[in-house]
């Protein structure tokens, strides 16, 4: 039975060298940046939590449909985590 061909594989040995550690330029975020974000995170939280066990009794989250709450709360939570990117 005939063999198969052996294929050569080539090195990458300029890898290793990009991965060195690159420090980040910058300063730290701002404690007001903080607090807002994860102030919209547990809004959000709160919202949701709120519309599932007093929903049906607050005139304002009635008049909202379903899906329009569900929107508002993962909304706010979304923004939130979204803003976790720029944080340093």
Known sequence: MPKSK???KTEYTDAAVRRTPVKVKGTPTARWYLVIMFGLMLLGLAWLV???IAGEKIP???ELE???NFAI???LAVVGLLMTMRWR
């Open 60 to 62: 304002f989250m009635m």
């Open 66 to 68: 379903t899906w329009q």
């Open 73 to 75: 709360g993962f909304g």
């Open 6 to 8: 052996v294929r050569s």
């Open 50 to 52: 709120v519309y599932y």
